[in-house]
């Protein structure tokens, strides 16, 4: 598979979603930091079922994501290697997205669906985009709205599973998948 231009920022945007630290390397710490970061933002303990369960999926990520990149085995993944496995078609596969993010989208819902209505209000989608992937608030506002397709103020499973659909296969450079993880500089 061939990585157009604007693939490319998407694929570095989101590498740097994933590294937490900034240290340049996607590490299992990185995805520890984050889904503590996350459970602690909604004030849940880390015995809470909701919690252990959003960590099983996050580091459940950080597994496959570290077995189809680390190709060197050292225990953390550049953005090469990132970059390589997408090319190569080990990541991000159409046919793939319902077994894979279902169950994570799921977990996270659990956690930042205050209201238990099944959608995200704009400030439950702040406060998890923020914890997760340091996200700017004035950024996961914009993101929340485009993703808002209906207008009615909440974004359900679906609206992110579509979204993460069109940020790894669209070229739309305007549409809600461009915007998922913020501005791509």
Do not use: C
């Not at 849940?44 to 950080?62: I, T």
């Not at 077995?67 to 390589?84: C, R, V």
Request: charged content about 30%.
């Amino acid at each position: 598979m061939d990585i157009t231009a604007f693939l490319d920022r998407k694929l570095t945007r989101r590498f740097e979603t994933y590294d937490s630290d900034q240290d340049g390397f996607i590490q299992r710490s990185d995805f520890e930091r984050a889904g503590s970061r996350t459970t602690a933002a909604f004030g849940l303990s880390d015995d809470d079922r909701r919690a252990r369960r959003f960590h099983e999926h996050l580091l459940g990520v950080w597994d496959h994501l570290s077995a189809m990149t680390d190709t060197n085995d050292d225990g953390q993944i550049s953005l090469t290697e990132y970059k390589l496995a997408f090319t190569r078609r080990l990541l991000e596969r159409p046919e793939s997205f319902d077994d894979s993010y279902l169950p994570f989208l799921d977990a996270l819902m659990a956690v930042a669906d205050q209201d238990g209505d099944g959608q995200l209000g704009v400030d439950e989608y702040v406060r998890w985009s923020g914890a997760l992937m340091n996200l700017p608030p004035a950024d996961a506002r914009v993101i929340h709205a485009r993703l808002d397709h209906d207008g009615d103020g909440l974004i359900g499973t679906d609206d992110l599973l579509a979204a993460i659909r069109a940020y790894y296969f669209s070229e739309d450079l305007d549409g809600p998948g461009a915007w998922l993880f913020g501005p791509l500089g």
